[in-house]
């Protein structure tokens, strides 16, 4: 899965509206508001969440490789990765999360990752 930090997952960007992401992906299997209140379009691997503005704001994705800008990333190596390029990555609720490359992670659950745009950073700060 190609990752362009705080930007975009495979081809799907942060800030794009729904009718968008439907017109890439397709009608999701299942459309549900998540405990925060977001609008969620669940998709086989990936769960694209939308912000109140009805932008993508935020992507999980079930993926035991990814490719983070140039890299390839194997979720296995994604915490080690993350300590490396992002000197700020901090801990939150069991989750590893990077501001910098816009990724957050439980290791107790192999292969999801969920990535995120640039104003997406303070909420996780704020968990």
């Known amino acids: 899965m190609k990752i362009v930090p705080l930007e975009a997952v495979g081809i799907v960007h942060f800030g794009e509206v729904t009718a968008s992401i439907v017109a890439k992906l397709g009608e999701p299997h299942r459309r549900s508001i998540s405990r925060n209140g977001r609008l969620e ?3 086989p691997k990936m769960v694209c969440r939308f912000g109140s503005t009805g932008t993508l704001v935020e992507v999980t994705v079930d993926a035991a490789d990814l490719e983070l800008g140039s890299e390839p990333v194997r979720f296995a190596e ?3 990765h993350l300590k490396r390029r992002d000197p700020e990555s901090f801990e939150r609720v069991g989750f590893v999360v990077s501001p910098r490359l ?3 992670f439980d290791p107790a659950y192999a292969s999801f990752v969920t990535l995120f745009a640039a104003e997406e950073v303070p909420s996780w700060r704020a968990i």
């Open 41 to 43: 379009f669940h998709y």
């Open 78 to 80: 994604l915490g080690q």
């Open 102 to 104: 816009g990724v957050a």
